[in-house]
Protein backbone atom coordinates (compact mmCIF):
# COMPACT_ATOMS: atom_id res chain seq x y z
CA UNK A 1 0.00 0.00 0.00
CA UNK A 2 2.77 2.30 0.95
CA UNK A 3 4.44 1.96 -2.78
CA UNK A 4 1.31 2.75 -3.89
CA UNK A 5 0.69 5.68 -2.43
CA UNK A 6 4.61 6.54 -3.03
CA UNK A 7 4.25 5.99 -6.41
CA UNK A 8 1.10 8.48 -6.84
CA UNK A 9 2.91 11.15 -4.91
CA UNK A 10 5.59 10.74 -7.39
CA UNK A 11 3.07 10.96 -10.45
CA UNK A 12 1.49 14.20 -8.38
CA UNK A 13 5.10 15.61 -7.96
CA UNK A 14 5.63 15.60 -11.88
CA UNK A 15 2.85 16.70 -12.60
CA UNK A 16 2.81 19.65 -10.50
CA UNK A 17 6.33 19.91 -11.82
CA UNK A 18 5.01 20.20 -15.16
CA UNK A 19 2.00 22.64 -14.55
CA UNK A 20 5.70 24.75 -13.28
CA UNK A 21 6.94 24.52 -16.50
CA UNK A 22 3.65 25.63 -18.10
CA UNK A 23 3.65 28.29 -15.83
CA UNK A 24 7.40 29.47 -16.33
CA UNK A 25 6.51 29.39 -19.76
CA UNK A 26 3.87 31.64 -19.47
CA UNK A 27 5.49 33.69 -17.22
CA UNK A 28 9.13 33.52 -19.90
CA UNK A 29 6.14 35.13 -22.73
CA UNK A 30 5.19 37.66 -20.42
CA UNK A 31 8.74 39.07 -19.24
CA UNK A 32 9.59 39.23 -22.97
CA UNK A 33 6.73 41.69 -23.90
CA UNK A 34 7.41 43.45 -21.20
CA UNK A 35 10.86 43.83 -22.43
CA UNK A 36 9.86 44.91 -25.48
CA UNK A 37 7.31 47.20 -24.22
CA UNK A 38 9.98 48.85 -21.86
CA UNK A 39 12.23 49.53 -25.41
CA UNK A 40 9.80 51.00 -26.89
CA UNK A 41 9.06 53.63 -23.72
CA UNK A 42 12.96 53.94 -24.03
CA UNK A 43 13.46 54.60 -27.22
CA UNK A 44 10.14 57.38 -26.67
CA UNK A 45 11.84 58.81 -23.65
CA UNK A 46 15.02 59.71 -25.82
CA UNK A 47 12.91 62.01 -27.81
CA UNK A 48 11.63 63.78 -25.48
CA UNK A 49 14.42 63.93 -22.77
CA UNK A 50 11.63 65.92 -19.97
CA UNK A 51 10.61 62.04 -19.13
CA UNK A 52 13.85 60.98 -18.03
CA UNK A 53 14.79 59.35 -14.56
CA UNK A 54 13.18 61.02 -11.35
CA UNK A 55 11.53 63.36 -13.49
CA UNK A 56 9.91 61.09 -15.64
CA UNK A 57 8.55 59.68 -12.16
CA UNK A 58 7.38 62.96 -11.12
CA UNK A 59 5.44 63.56 -13.97
CA UNK A 60 3.72 60.20 -13.99
CA UNK A 61 2.83 60.63 -10.63
CA UNK A 62 1.51 64.13 -10.96
CA UNK A 63 -0.07 63.89 -13.97
CA UNK A 64 -1.51 60.28 -15.38
CA UNK A 65 -2.89 61.72 -18.33
CA UNK A 66 -0.10 62.79 -19.88
CA UNK A 67 1.44 59.46 -20.23
CA UNK A 68 -1.98 58.43 -21.70
CA UNK A 69 -1.84 60.90 -24.45
CA UNK A 70 1.98 60.29 -24.79
CA UNK A 71 1.39 56.96 -25.05
CA UNK A 72 -1.05 58.00 -27.77
CA UNK A 73 1.87 59.98 -29.46
CA UNK A 74 4.61 56.72 -29.99
CA UNK A 75 1.18 54.22 -31.07
CA UNK A 76 0.39 57.04 -34.10
CA UNK A 77 2.48 58.17 -36.59
CA UNK A 78 3.37 61.72 -35.93
CA UNK A 79 1.81 64.37 -38.81
CA UNK A 80 5.18 66.26 -38.15
CA UNK A 81 7.39 63.18 -38.86
CA UNK A 82 7.01 61.56 -42.60
CA UNK A 83 8.75 57.93 -42.19
CA UNK A 84 9.83 56.62 -45.05
CA UNK A 85 7.10 53.90 -45.94
CA UNK A 86 8.36 53.16 -49.49
CA UNK A 87 5.35 54.77 -50.69
CA UNK A 88 2.74 53.09 -49.25
CA UNK A 89 1.32 56.59 -47.84
CA UNK A 90 0.91 57.55 -51.48
CA UNK A 91 -0.45 54.53 -52.59
CA UNK A 92 -3.43 54.37 -49.79
CA UNK A 93 -4.49 57.83 -51.06
CA UNK A 94 -4.71 57.15 -54.60
CA UNK A 95 -6.57 53.87 -53.15
CA UNK A 96 -8.73 55.01 -51.04
CA UNK A 97 -9.38 58.00 -54.06
CA UNK A 98 -10.24 55.38 -56.47
CA UNK A 99 -13.10 53.67 -53.81
CA UNK A 100 -14.70 57.01 -53.16
CA UNK A 101 -14.77 57.56 -56.81
CA UNK A 102 -16.68 54.22 -57.44
CA UNK A 103 -19.04 54.52 -54.31
CA UNK A 104 -19.90 58.18 -55.10
CA UNK A 105 -20.80 56.53 -58.33
CA UNK A 106 -22.97 53.76 -57.14
CA UNK A 107 -24.31 56.50 -54.95
CA UNK A 108 -25.59 58.74 -57.53
CA UNK A 109 -27.30 55.22 -59.33
CA UNK A 110 -29.26 54.72 -56.06
CA UNK A 111 -30.51 58.80 -56.02
CA UNK A 112 -31.64 57.92 -59.34
CA UNK A 113 -33.32 54.76 -58.57
CA UNK A 114 -35.16 55.93 -55.86
CA UNK A 115 -36.18 59.08 -57.05
CA UNK A 116 -37.83 56.97 -59.76
CA UNK A 117 -39.55 55.21 -56.94
CA UNK A 118 -40.72 57.84 -55.24
CA UNK A 119 -42.30 59.35 -58.77
CA UNK A 120 -43.77 56.27 -59.21
CA UNK A 121 -45.51 55.97 -56.08
CA UNK A 122 -46.77 59.36 -56.21
CA UNK A 123 -48.08 58.66 -59.89
CA UNK A 124 -50.20 55.29 -58.47
CA UNK A 125 -51.38 57.26 -55.55
CA UNK A 126 -52.48 59.91 -57.82
CA UNK A 127 -53.84 57.58 -60.26
CA UNK A 128 -55.65 55.19 -58.21
CA UNK A 129 -56.50 56.30 -54.38
CA UNK A 130 -56.70 54.02 -51.20
CA UNK A 131 -59.79 52.76 -50.28
CA UNK A 132 -61.59 54.28 -47.38
CA UNK A 133 -63.10 51.96 -44.78
CA UNK A 134 -64.59 52.78 -41.80
CA UNK A 135 -63.07 51.66 -38.42
CA UNK A 136 -65.65 50.09 -36.66
CA UNK A 137 -69.31 48.21 -38.16
CA UNK A 138 -70.72 50.75 -35.42
CA UNK A 139 -70.11 53.34 -37.83
CA UNK A 140 -72.04 52.01 -40.25
CA UNK A 141 -75.19 50.17 -38.61
CA UNK A 142 -77.62 52.43 -36.76
CA UNK A 143 -79.23 51.94 -33.50
CA UNK A 144 -76.45 49.11 -32.70
CA UNK A 145 -77.23 49.66 -29.22
CA UNK A 146 -80.38 47.64 -29.02
CA UNK A 147 -78.94 44.63 -30.88
CA UNK A 148 -78.43 41.39 -28.59
CA UNK A 149 -75.37 40.17 -27.73
CA UNK A 150 -75.76 37.11 -30.22
CA UNK A 151 -76.51 40.00 -33.15
CA UNK A 152 -73.46 41.91 -32.05
CA UNK A 153 -71.06 38.51 -32.06
CA UNK A 154 -72.88 38.17 -35.45
CA UNK A 155 -72.32 41.59 -36.87
CA UNK A 156 -68.21 41.49 -35.34
CA UNK A 157 -67.79 38.16 -37.01
CA UNK A 158 -68.68 39.70 -40.68
CA UNK A 159 -66.86 43.17 -39.98
CA UNK A 160 -63.51 40.83 -39.44
CA UNK A 161 -64.19 39.29 -43.04
CA UNK A 162 -64.52 42.83 -44.16
CA UNK A 163 -61.55 43.65 -42.22
CA UNK A 164 -59.22 41.52 -43.12
CA UNK A 165 -60.03 41.12 -47.08
CA UNK A 166 -59.64 44.94 -46.89
CA UNK A 167 -56.08 44.57 -45.66
CA UNK A 168 -55.29 41.87 -47.96
CA UNK A 169 -56.40 43.85 -51.08
CA UNK A 170 -54.54 46.48 -49.87
CA UNK A 171 -50.90 44.56 -49.72
CA UNK A 172 -52.01 43.09 -53.12
CA UNK A 173 -51.91 46.08 -54.65
CA UNK A 174 -49.14 47.38 -52.61
CA UNK A 175 -47.13 44.08 -54.30
CA UNK A 176 -48.53 44.79 -57.58
CA UNK A 177 -47.43 48.16 -57.84
CA UNK A 178 -43.99 46.88 -56.75
CA UNK A 179 -44.02 44.88 -59.47
CA UNK A 180 -45.07 47.39 -61.60
CA UNK A 181 -42.03 49.36 -60.56
CA UNK A 182 -39.48 46.91 -60.68
CA UNK A 183 -40.48 46.47 -64.48
CA UNK A 184 -39.95 50.69 -64.92
CA UNK A 185 -37.17 50.30 -63.74
CA UNK A 186 -35.43 47.00 -65.35
CA UNK A 187 -36.98 49.59 -68.87
CA UNK A 188 -34.65 52.09 -67.40
CA UNK A 189 -31.27 50.87 -66.92
CA UNK A 190 -31.63 49.02 -63.33
CA UNK A 191 -31.54 45.25 -61.63
CA UNK A 192 -31.04 43.78 -65.08
CA UNK A 193 -30.45 40.37 -63.01
CA UNK A 194 -33.51 40.63 -61.28
CA UNK A 195 -36.29 38.12 -62.57
CA UNK A 196 -39.71 39.54 -62.04
CA UNK A 197 -41.76 36.73 -62.37
CA UNK A 198 -39.60 34.99 -59.83
CA UNK A 199 -39.97 38.03 -57.34
CA UNK A 200 -43.56 38.72 -57.55
CA UNK A 201 -44.64 35.86 -59.05
CA UNK A 202 -48.82 35.79 -59.97
CA UNK A 203 -49.60 39.03 -57.53
CA UNK A 204 -51.19 40.78 -60.08
CA UNK A 205 -53.59 37.47 -60.80
CA UNK A 206 -53.84 37.32 -57.35
CA UNK A 207 -54.77 41.00 -56.77
CA UNK A 208 -57.34 41.10 -59.64
CA UNK A 209 -59.46 37.82 -58.39
CA UNK A 210 -60.00 38.71 -55.01
CA UNK A 211 -61.01 42.36 -56.41
CA UNK A 212 -63.10 41.24 -59.30
CA UNK A 213 -64.86 37.95 -57.90
CA UNK A 214 -64.96 38.70 -53.68
CA UNK A 215 -65.14 42.63 -52.96
CA UNK A 216 -66.89 44.37 -56.02
CA UNK A 217 -69.81 41.74 -55.87
CA UNK A 218 -70.05 40.69 -52.09
CA UNK A 219 -67.91 43.00 -49.71
CA UNK A 220 -68.27 46.65 -51.21
CA UNK A 221 -72.23 45.91 -51.93
CA UNK A 222 -73.19 44.82 -48.32
CA UNK A 223 -70.86 47.71 -47.06
CA UNK A 224 -72.88 50.10 -49.58
CA UNK A 225 -76.07 48.55 -48.52
CA UNK A 226 -75.63 49.46 -44.94
CA UNK A 227 -74.35 53.11 -45.31
CA UNK A 228 -77.39 54.22 -46.79
CA UNK A 229 -79.68 52.19 -45.24
CA UNK A 230 -78.44 51.97 -41.53
CA UNK A 231 -79.36 48.71 -41.25
CA UNK A 232 -76.75 45.54 -40.21
CA UNK A 233 -74.35 44.06 -42.28
CA UNK A 234 -76.31 41.03 -44.24
CA UNK A 235 -74.32 37.89 -44.59
CA UNK A 236 -76.36 37.05 -47.67
CA UNK A 237 -74.15 39.33 -50.20
CA UNK A 238 -71.37 37.14 -48.91
CA UNK A 239 -72.93 34.20 -51.55
CA UNK A 240 -71.70 36.45 -54.53
CA UNK A 241 -68.42 36.33 -53.53
CA UNK A 242 -67.60 32.53 -51.56
CA UNK A 243 -70.42 30.18 -54.07
CA UNK A 244 -67.49 30.29 -56.68
CA UNK A 245 -64.35 30.22 -54.45
CA UNK A 246 -63.52 26.33 -55.98
CA UNK A 247 -63.16 28.45 -59.41
CA UNK A 248 -61.29 31.57 -58.64
CA UNK A 249 -59.28 30.42 -56.27
CA UNK A 250 -57.26 28.10 -58.62
CA UNK A 251 -54.52 31.03 -59.07
CA UNK A 252 -53.71 30.14 -55.17
CA UNK A 253 -52.10 26.75 -57.10
CA UNK A 254 -50.04 28.82 -59.52
CA UNK A 255 -49.11 30.58 -56.50
CA UNK A 256 -47.88 28.18 -54.31
CA UNK A 257 -46.19 25.96 -57.02
CA UNK A 258 -43.81 28.81 -57.31
CA UNK A 259 -43.08 30.16 -54.42
CA UNK A 260 -40.17 28.47 -52.95
CA UNK A 261 -38.32 29.20 -56.41
CA UNK A 262 -39.82 32.63 -55.59
CA UNK A 263 -38.09 32.51 -52.40
CA UNK A 264 -34.51 30.92 -53.18
CA UNK A 265 -34.23 33.79 -56.18
CA UNK A 266 -34.99 36.75 -53.49
CA UNK A 267 -32.38 35.81 -51.06
CA UNK A 268 -29.69 35.13 -53.93
CA UNK A 269 -30.35 38.13 -55.37
CA UNK A 270 -30.33 39.93 -51.60
CA UNK A 271 -26.70 38.43 -51.31
CA UNK A 272 -25.25 39.53 -54.57
CA UNK A 273 -27.27 42.67 -55.72
CA UNK A 274 -26.59 45.77 -53.71
CA UNK A 275 -28.83 48.00 -56.26
CA UNK A 276 -31.89 44.79 -55.00
CA UNK A 277 -30.98 44.90 -51.70
CA UNK A 278 -31.69 49.35 -51.87
CA UNK A 279 -35.05 48.49 -54.01
CA UNK A 280 -36.24 45.85 -51.26
CA UNK A 281 -34.95 48.81 -48.45
CA UNK A 282 -37.56 51.63 -50.29
CA UNK A 283 -40.80 48.59 -50.30
CA UNK A 284 -40.02 48.13 -46.72
CA UNK A 285 -39.60 51.70 -45.74
CA UNK A 286 -42.98 52.55 -47.26
CA UNK A 287 -45.89 52.44 -45.10
CA UNK A 288 -48.03 49.85 -46.85
CA UNK A 289 -46.10 46.97 -45.29
CA UNK A 290 -46.92 48.09 -41.85
CA UNK A 291 -43.04 47.83 -40.57
CA UNK A 292 -43.10 44.09 -41.92
CA UNK A 293 -40.09 42.47 -43.97
CA UNK A 294 -40.88 42.46 -47.71
CA UNK A 295 -39.74 38.83 -47.74
CA UNK A 296 -42.18 38.18 -45.05
CA UNK A 297 -45.36 39.72 -46.83
CA UNK A 298 -44.75 38.01 -49.75
CA UNK A 299 -45.61 34.42 -48.17
CA UNK A 300 -49.14 35.84 -46.99
CA UNK A 301 -51.53 34.26 -49.65
CA UNK A 302 -49.77 30.56 -48.73
CA UNK A 303 -52.97 30.28 -45.86
CA UNK A 304 -55.31 32.71 -47.39
CA UNK A 305 -57.41 30.04 -48.18
CA UNK A 306 -57.63 28.30 -45.06
CA UNK A 307 -58.51 31.46 -43.66
CA UNK A 308 -61.49 32.35 -45.48
CA UNK A 309 -62.53 28.97 -44.25
CA UNK A 310 -62.03 29.56 -40.66
CA UNK A 311 -64.05 32.68 -40.95
CA UNK A 312 -66.58 31.34 -42.59
CA UNK A 313 -66.89 28.58 -39.62
CA UNK A 314 -66.50 31.75 -37.05
CA UNK A 315 -69.75 33.37 -38.90
CA UNK A 316 -71.46 30.22 -39.04
CA UNK A 317 -70.96 29.37 -35.28
CA UNK A 318 -72.61 32.64 -34.36
CA UNK A 319 -75.65 32.45 -36.59
CA UNK A 320 -79.32 31.38 -35.38
CA UNK A 321 -81.25 31.88 -38.54
CA UNK A 322 -81.40 28.46 -40.00
CA UNK A 323 -81.95 29.58 -43.06
CA UNK A 324 -78.62 31.50 -42.86
CA UNK A 325 -76.54 28.88 -41.63
CA UNK A 326 -77.81 26.42 -44.55
CA UNK A 327 -76.28 29.19 -46.95
CA UNK A 328 -73.34 29.39 -44.25
CA UNK A 329 -72.85 25.70 -44.57
CA UNK A 330 -72.71 25.13 -48.20
CA UNK A 331 -69.97 28.50 -48.81
CA UNK A 332 -67.91 26.27 -45.53
CA UNK A 333 -68.34 23.40 -47.99
CA UNK A 334 -66.97 25.36 -51.28
CA UNK A 335 -64.01 26.71 -49.25
CA UNK A 336 -63.09 23.36 -48.09
CA UNK A 337 -63.37 22.17 -51.97
CA UNK A 338 -61.12 24.87 -53.10
CA UNK A 339 -58.66 23.98 -50.21
CA UNK A 340 -58.71 20.08 -50.95
CA UNK A 341 -58.17 20.87 -54.78
CA UNK A 342 -55.06 23.25 -53.77
CA UNK A 343 -53.55 20.52 -51.51
CA UNK A 344 -54.33 17.87 -54.24
CA UNK A 345 -52.14 20.01 -56.47
CA UNK A 346 -49.62 20.31 -54.09
CA UNK A 347 -49.15 16.66 -53.54
CA UNK A 348 -48.50 16.32 -56.76
CA UNK A 349 -45.26 18.28 -56.95
CA UNK A 350 -43.44 14.75 -56.78
CA UNK A 351 -45.33 14.22 -60.23
CA UNK A 352 -44.80 16.87 -61.83
CA UNK A 353 -41.04 16.48 -60.51
CA UNK A 354 -41.36 13.28 -62.65
CA UNK A 355 -42.58 14.92 -65.30
CA UNK A 356 -39.61 17.39 -65.07
CA UNK A 357 -37.08 15.14 -65.57
CA UNK A 358 -38.60 13.50 -68.16
CA UNK A 359 -38.60 15.95 -70.07
CA UNK A 360 -35.19 16.92 -69.33
CA UNK A 361 -33.88 13.37 -71.39
CA UNK A 362 -35.98 14.71 -74.20
CA UNK A 363 -33.95 16.51 -76.80
CA UNK A 364 -36.63 16.90 -79.63
CA UNK A 365 -38.68 15.99 -81.86
CA UNK A 366 -37.18 14.52 -85.35
CA UNK A 367 -39.88 14.88 -87.87
CA UNK A 368 -39.92 18.38 -87.84
CA UNK A 369 -36.79 20.79 -87.40
CA UNK A 370 -37.75 23.46 -84.48
CA UNK A 371 -34.93 26.11 -85.58
CA UNK A 372 -36.36 26.21 -88.81
CA UNK A 373 -39.88 26.49 -87.58
CA UNK A 374 -39.01 29.67 -85.24
CA UNK A 375 -36.39 31.19 -88.45
CA UNK A 376 -39.54 30.67 -91.04
CA UNK A 377 -42.99 31.29 -88.18
CA UNK A 378 -41.42 32.90 -85.37
CA UNK A 379 -42.61 30.07 -82.96
CA UNK A 380 -41.04 27.46 -80.78
CA UNK A 381 -43.86 24.51 -80.37
CA UNK A 382 -41.78 22.14 -77.99
CA UNK A 383 -43.63 19.22 -76.07
CA UNK A 384 -44.10 20.03 -72.53
CA UNK A 385 -45.49 17.52 -70.48
CA UNK A 386 -45.77 19.10 -67.59
CA UNK A 387 -48.91 21.23 -69.24
CA UNK A 388 -52.18 20.46 -68.43
CA UNK A 389 -53.84 17.86 -70.21
CA UNK A 390 -56.41 19.25 -73.98
CA UNK A 391 -59.85 18.34 -74.13
CA UNK A 392 -60.50 19.23 -70.58
CA UNK A 393 -63.16 21.89 -69.32
CA UNK A 394 -60.79 24.37 -68.72
CA UNK A 395 -62.10 25.07 -65.20
CA UNK A 396 -60.74 21.42 -63.95
CA UNK A 397 -57.03 21.29 -65.50
CA UNK A 398 -55.85 18.51 -64.38
CA UNK A 399 -52.02 16.82 -65.20
CA UNK A 400 -51.15 13.54 -66.82
CA UNK A 401 -48.98 10.82 -65.33
CA UNK A 402 -46.76 8.64 -66.63
CA UNK A 403 -48.38 4.96 -66.22
CA UNK A 404 -45.77 2.46 -68.48
CA UNK A 405 -42.28 3.14 -70.55
CA UNK A 406 -39.86 0.84 -72.17
CA UNK A 407 -37.86 -0.55 -75.30
CA UNK A 408 -40.01 -1.50 -78.56
CA UNK A 409 -39.51 -2.81 -81.86
CA UNK A 410 -41.41 -1.06 -84.57
CA UNK A 411 -42.32 -1.57 -87.82
CA UNK A 412 -44.29 1.57 -89.77
CA UNK A 413 -46.70 0.22 -92.53
CA UNK A 414 -46.15 -3.26 -94.37
CA UNK A 415 -42.67 -2.97 -95.97
CA UNK A 416 -41.07 -0.49 -93.17
CA UNK A 417 -37.60 -1.70 -91.37
CA UNK A 418 -37.70 -2.75 -87.59
CA UNK A 419 -36.03 0.18 -85.78
CA UNK A 420 -35.61 0.12 -81.73
CA UNK A 421 -37.51 2.42 -79.96
CA UNK A 422 -39.03 3.71 -76.36
CA UNK A 423 -41.99 4.27 -75.54
CA UNK A 424 -44.16 6.38 -73.07
CA UNK A 425 -47.51 5.46 -72.06
CA UNK A 426 -48.79 8.56 -69.94
CA UNK A 427 -52.60 9.50 -69.09
CA UNK A 428 -53.42 10.88 -72.27
CA UNK A 429 -50.43 10.06 -74.98
CA UNK A 430 -48.68 7.76 -76.61
CA UNK A 431 -44.92 8.97 -77.12
CA UNK A 432 -42.46 7.34 -79.46
CA UNK A 433 -39.01 8.36 -79.30
CA UNK A 434 -35.66 6.94 -79.96
CA UNK A 435 -32.43 6.92 -77.99
CA UNK A 436 -29.36 8.64 -79.19
CA UNK A 437 -26.14 7.44 -79.87
CA UNK A 438 -23.19 8.33 -77.68
CA UNK A 439 -25.68 10.19 -75.66
CA UNK A 440 -26.82 8.16 -72.29
CA UNK A 441 -30.55 8.68 -71.44
CA UNK A 442 -31.03 11.28 -73.94
CA UNK A 443 -34.34 10.62 -76.49
CA UNK A 444 -35.80 11.99 -79.63
CA UNK A 445 -39.45 11.81 -80.82
CA UNK A 446 -39.60 10.27 -83.70
CA UNK A 447 -43.47 10.20 -84.29
CA UNK A 448 -45.81 12.99 -83.80
CA UNK A 449 -47.25 12.53 -79.86
CA UNK A 450 -50.55 10.05 -80.27
CA UNK A 451 -53.39 11.30 -78.28
CA UNK A 452 -55.36 7.85 -76.46
CA UNK A 453 -58.79 8.91 -77.52
CA UNK A 454 -57.36 8.87 -81.54
CA UNK A 455 -55.48 5.37 -80.67
CA UNK A 456 -56.93 1.51 -81.03
CA UNK A 457 -54.48 -1.45 -80.50
CA UNK A 458 -54.92 -5.23 -80.94
CA UNK A 459 -52.03 -7.73 -80.08
CA UNK A 460 -50.59 -10.02 -83.08
CA UNK A 461 -51.94 -13.48 -83.32
CA UNK A 462 -48.17 -15.37 -81.67
CA UNK A 463 -49.29 -12.61 -79.19
CA UNK A 464 -45.94 -11.16 -79.43
CA UNK A 465 -46.43 -7.58 -80.04
CA UNK A 466 -49.53 -5.46 -80.54
CA UNK A 467 -50.89 -3.27 -83.88
CA UNK A 468 -51.58 0.47 -82.84
CA UNK A 469 -53.89 2.37 -85.31
CA UNK A 470 -53.77 5.67 -85.21
CA UNK A 471 -57.08 8.17 -86.29
CA UNK A 472 -56.88 11.68 -87.73
CA UNK A 473 -59.48 14.30 -86.62
CA UNK A 474 -61.88 13.10 -89.45
CA UNK A 475 -62.04 9.66 -87.82
CA UNK A 476 -59.76 7.88 -90.49
CA UNK A 477 -56.59 6.22 -90.57
CA UNK A 478 -53.93 7.96 -90.04
CA UNK A 479 -50.45 5.59 -89.55
CA UNK A 480 -50.51 1.71 -88.21
CA UNK A 481 -47.17 0.13 -86.27
CA UNK A 482 -46.41 -2.84 -85.44
CA UNK A 483 -44.97 -2.98 -81.82
CA UNK A 484 -42.93 -6.02 -81.29
CA UNK A 485 -42.26 -7.48 -77.63
CA UNK A 486 -40.10 -10.23 -76.21
CA UNK A 487 -42.85 -12.57 -75.11
CA UNK A 488 -46.82 -12.30 -74.62
CA UNK A 489 -46.11 -11.53 -70.87
CA UNK A 490 -44.29 -7.86 -72.21
CA UNK A 491 -47.58 -7.65 -74.73
CA UNK A 492 -49.89 -8.22 -72.05
CA UNK A 493 -48.20 -5.81 -69.82
CA UNK A 494 -48.11 -2.73 -72.63
CA UNK A 495 -52.03 -3.63 -73.74
CA UNK A 496 -53.31 -4.02 -70.19
CA UNK A 497 -51.47 -0.21 -69.59
CA UNK A 498 -52.54 1.32 -72.59
CA UNK A 499 -56.58 -0.05 -71.29
CA UNK A 500 -55.38 1.48 -67.87
CA UNK A 501 -54.75 4.66 -69.12
CA UNK A 502 -57.36 5.11 -71.08
CA UNK A 503 -59.80 3.87 -69.13
CA UNK A 504 -58.70 7.07 -66.80
CA UNK A 505 -58.26 9.24 -69.21
CA UNK A 506 -62.36 8.86 -69.97
CA UNK A 507 -63.32 8.79 -66.24
CA UNK A 508 -61.20 12.19 -65.90
CA UNK A 509 -63.05 13.50 -69.03
CA UNK A 510 -66.58 12.30 -67.55
CA UNK A 511 -65.82 14.23 -64.46
CA UNK A 512 -64.00 17.45 -65.82
CA UNK A 513 -67.56 18.07 -68.01
CA UNK A 514 -69.88 16.21 -65.93
CA UNK A 515 -72.76 19.22 -64.90
CA UNK A 516 -70.84 22.37 -66.61
CA UNK A 517 -72.41 24.88 -69.05
CA UNK A 518 -70.79 23.59 -71.94
CA UNK A 519 -70.74 19.97 -73.84
CA UNK A 520 -67.32 18.36 -74.08
CA UNK A 521 -65.37 19.47 -77.50
CA UNK A 522 -65.01 15.66 -77.90
CA UNK A 523 -68.02 15.06 -78.12
CA UNK A 524 -68.74 17.59 -80.80
CA UNK A 525 -65.80 17.04 -82.78
CA UNK A 526 -65.85 13.57 -83.01
CA UNK A 527 -69.11 11.88 -81.57
CA UNK A 528 -68.15 8.32 -80.72
CA UNK A 529 -64.60 8.96 -80.29
CA UNK A 530 -63.26 6.80 -77.83
CA UNK A 531 -63.53 3.30 -78.42
CA UNK A 532 -65.93 1.21 -76.24
CA UNK A 533 -65.27 -1.19 -73.69
CA UNK A 534 -66.82 -4.26 -76.11
CA UNK A 535 -64.21 -3.57 -78.82
CA UNK A 536 -60.89 -4.56 -79.87
CA UNK A 537 -58.88 -4.11 -77.27
CA UNK A 538 -61.02 -5.08 -74.32
CA UNK A 539 -60.99 -8.79 -73.96
CA UNK A 540 -58.04 -9.77 -71.92
CA UNK A 541 -55.09 -11.94 -74.04
CA UNK A 542 -54.83 -15.21 -72.87
CA UNK A 543 -51.34 -17.42 -72.56
CA UNK A 544 -50.79 -19.25 -75.84
CA UNK A 545 -53.19 -22.70 -75.69
CA UNK A 546 -55.95 -21.27 -73.79
CA UNK A 547 -59.30 -20.68 -75.17
CA UNK A 548 -59.93 -17.16 -76.20
CA UNK A 549 -63.99 -16.20 -76.79
CA UNK A 550 -65.02 -13.00 -77.83
CA UNK A 551 -61.54 -11.88 -79.06
CA UNK A 552 -62.20 -10.52 -82.31
CA UNK A 553 -58.88 -11.23 -84.51
CA UNK A 554 -59.21 -10.08 -87.58
CA UNK A 555 -57.71 -12.10 -90.97
CA UNK A 556 -55.65 -14.16 -88.66
CA UNK A 557 -54.41 -15.84 -92.31
CA UNK A 558 -53.20 -12.50 -93.78
CA UNK A 559 -49.88 -10.94 -93.76
CA UNK A 560 -50.72 -7.31 -94.84
CA UNK A 561 -50.55 -5.08 -92.18
CA UNK A 562 -52.69 -2.53 -94.45
CA UNK A 563 -55.11 -5.55 -94.61
CA UNK A 564 -54.96 -5.88 -91.15
CA UNK A 565 -56.15 -2.43 -90.42
CA UNK A 566 -58.55 -2.12 -92.62
CA UNK A 567 -60.62 -5.19 -91.44
CA UNK A 568 -59.58 -3.82 -87.85
CA UNK A 569 -61.56 -0.51 -88.56
CA UNK A 570 -64.44 -1.89 -90.30
CA UNK A 571 -65.01 -4.44 -87.66
CA UNK A 572 -65.17 -1.62 -85.11
CA UNK A 573 -67.44 0.21 -87.20
CA UNK A 574 -69.23 -2.94 -87.07
CA UNK A 575 -69.81 -3.14 -83.26
CA UNK A 576 -71.31 0.24 -82.92
CA UNK A 577 -73.43 -0.05 -85.16
Not at 73 to 93: H, M
Not at 190 to 216: A, G, I, P, T
Not at 357 to 373: A, N
Not at 425 to 442: A, S, V, Y
Request: glycine share 4%.
Amino acid sequence: MKVVRHTRAAHSMDESNERATRKMSAEAVSRKSSFVNSRILNRGSRNHPGLNGSDDAECRSNDSSLSVRDACQYDEPSCSEVPDDGGTRRARSVTSSRISLFFSKDGKEKTDMIRLLNQMKEETELGCPPYKLEKDWREIVKDWQSLSDKSVKQQEAIWEIVTTEHRYIKLLRYLSDLCFYLTSLQNSGFLKDVENRFVFSNFVQLCNVNYEYLWLPSIEPMLNHSRNSGDLLDLNFLVSGFQGIENWSRCYTIFHLAHSESLKHIQKRLKDNEQFRDFVTWAESQENLDRQKLIDTLSQPMQRLTRYNLLLKALLKVTADENEREMLRNLVENSEKATMQLNWEMNNNDLRARLGDIMRTIEGPDFVDLDELDKLFGLKLPLNLGDFMPLLHPRTPTHRTIFHKGDLRMQEGKKGSKIDVHCMIFTDMFLICRKIQGKKDRLKIVRPPIHLGKLIFHYFADQCGFYLLTLTDFHTAASLYSMHTSCPEETLRWTDMLKMALDEFKKIHRSSWAQKDQESPLDEYGRGLFVEPNALYAPRMMPPGYPQSNIPVVHRKCSSMDSQAVAAHAHLNSERV
